[in-house]
């Protein structure tokens, strides 16, 4: 069922088995998971069907530390949250990113990849992804080149992009958990506050904030926090009526270990060999698309004591092209809206009929995707951030117009990524010029120094960390089952509880976590 909170003017206190706060990709998730499972289940999410400019200021936040991009760039607060825009590309982790690694300190996750492996799947076939390797075995079933580098330093993997019908999750599951008789969804339901008793010490209501100025309280028996990694530390640190520090922090680690991964353009392709670009090039299969990557080792990460990186080729055109106009028209449709070509957008198409056909083919067909005529190719490289207990979001003095604090945001980048940047960088450039040659443009100038690197580097819209995993209480804010350490009946469902980013896009990693975290609650309902 599906409701829009504001105009149904809901005045009685609402009750669920399960409340899940957050109807974006991990909401969404948890709530198909749960259907049908003979429990009352209610979404409540604080944005509309759509985006709207009004409700993406409720993201306002000071940044303090190094500059931050994803709080408002990188989230969408509505149904379906990032899966609005996102490029639906997923990747799992590597089985060594889930271990102590003792060259990154506070690394380390409760749970293996051994635990994870049967979620993946099935996150994969939620999203209608196949199941092809995500390794060099690819090869066997689609025609990758993948060249030789060094096997002691690199590893290549290949992510895949969802299909563009698929990667909007309410245009996905949504039609579902509207006909559901046990799943309620609503939106326009902003929260505010979560309740703690004293006693019990578990949460007892969710305040839901009106336009009016009014509340309306929301009682379940378990409650799944799934607003993201920024506004899930906000609203527990907001909640602070019972406990002065906020819901689950009684050791200070809400908001704390705020990571994201670091991109940086490595190298410009000025005349590289064709070996080297076919390698580097995604393919289409099905509509799927497999991007290949260049990754760090895990044992070249402890030879060298750094953390995970990894290189991808990306390429820039102009604004007007055949391929910006296929993307664009693509994105639409992704989001529901009117897609067919605008007439700049057709101009365009016409005006590069040939490339345009071979874009088109790739797509329907299967195929190398071709670059734009005239574009410039790069090297792209990301690096993972190694937790850090002073990179932190934290509540601000200012308040929103629902009467919610403001995030302070203080992200700090540190010497760590610059050496593991450094390191990965001149090892990709001796192994290209061992393997192909070519002209390439290494920008090394802009890693002698923390101070010029900062200046070239950006996040990637990959929060993750302010609730971190730990089995302890001390080290972390959710244990091993997602459940908040001190609170029994509040769990949270997304990549704040990630104590590392590892070498992979984060999403299916989350979604993975989400449909295990989906099975306990479900079993605890069977549980006499």
Not at 289 to 294: E, I, S
Request: contains cysteine.
């Amino acid at each position: 069922m599906l409701t829009d909170f504001a105009a149904a003017g809901l005045d009685a206190r609402l009750q669920f088995d399960v409340c899940i706060i957050g109807g974006g990709i991990a909401g969404l998730t948890l709530a198909h998971a749960l259907a049908g499972k003979a429990l009352s289940v209610g979404v409540l999410e604080a944005g509309g069907r759509g985006l709207s400019e009004a409700s993406q200021l409720f993201f306002d936040a000071d940044v303090v530390g190094a500059p931050y991009a994803g709080h408002v760039q990188g989230r969408f607060r509505a149904l379906g949250g990032s899966s609005l825009k996102w490029g639906a590309q997923l990747l799992p982790l590597h089985p060594e990113d889930f271990d102590v690694r003792e060259h990154v300190p506070h690394s380390g996750w409760p749970v293996g990849y051994e635990v994870l492996q049967p979620y993946y799947r099935r996150a994969l076939a939620l999203l209608h992804v196949d199941a092809l390797p995500f390794d060099r075995t690819l090869a066997r079933h689609l025609p990758m080149e993948p060249l030789a580098f060094d096997e002691s330093a690199f590893a290549w993997r290949y992510s895949k992009w969802a299909r563009f019908r698929h990667r909007n999750v309410w245009e996905l599951l949504g039609p579902a958990l509207s006909r559901s008789t046990d799943v309620h969804v609503f939106y326009h339901a902003p929260v505010v506050r979560l309740r703690l008793d004293r006693d019990s010490g578990c949460v007892t209501g969710a305040a839901v904030a009106r336009a009016d100025g009014r509340r309306v309280e929301v009682s379940a028996r378990t409650f799944v926090l799934c607003l993201g990694t920024l506004e899930t530390a906000r609203l527990m640190l907001a909640s602070n009526d019972v406990a002065a520090a906020g819901l689950g922090n009684e050791h200070d680690n809400v908001g704390r270990y705020f990571h994201d991964h670091l991109s940086f353009r490595a190298a410009q392709l000025v005349r590289a060999a064709p070996a080297l670009l076919r390698a580097f090039s995604p393919r289409f299969s099905r509509q799927v698309m497999h991007y290949p990557r260049l990754e760090l080792t895990p044992a070249a990460q402890a030879r060298y004591g750094c953390s995970a990186a990894f290189a991808h080729l990306q390429f820039e055109h102009g604004a007007r092209s055949a391929f910006t106009a296929m993307r664009s028209v693509l994105r639409r449709l992704q989001q529901r809206e009117w897609f067919l070509p605008r007439l700049g957008e057709t101009v365009d198409i016409v005006t590069d009929l040939p490339y345009f056909f071979r874009l088109a083919a790739s797509f329907a067909c299967g195929g190398r995707v071709p670059v734009p005529p005239g574009a410039d190719r790069y090297f792209q490289v990301d690096v993972e951030q190694a937790p850090n207990r002073d990179s932190r979001v934290l509540l601000g003095d200012q308040v929103d117009r629902l009467g919610m604090p403001r995030l302070r945001i203080d992200w700090r980048i540190t010497e760590r990524e610059l050496r593991t940047a450094a390191v990965f960088v001149q090892r990709l450039a001796e192994e290209c010029g061992r393997l192909a040659g070519g002209a390439i443009d290494w920008r090394s100038r802009e890693l002698e120094t923390l101070e010029v690197w900062r200046g070239h580097v950006h996040d990637t819209y990959h929060q993750a960390g302010t609730t971190r995993m730990a089995d302890s209480p001390a080290q972390g804010v959710v244990d091993r089952h997602l459940q908040v350490h001190g609170v029994p009946n509040v769990y949270v469902a997304g990549c704040s509880v990630f104590p590392t980013g590892g070498s992979a896009n984060p999403t299916l990693t989350m979604m993975a976590l989400t449909l295990r975290l989906a099975d306990r609650l479900s079993a605890a309902k069977r549980t006499p």
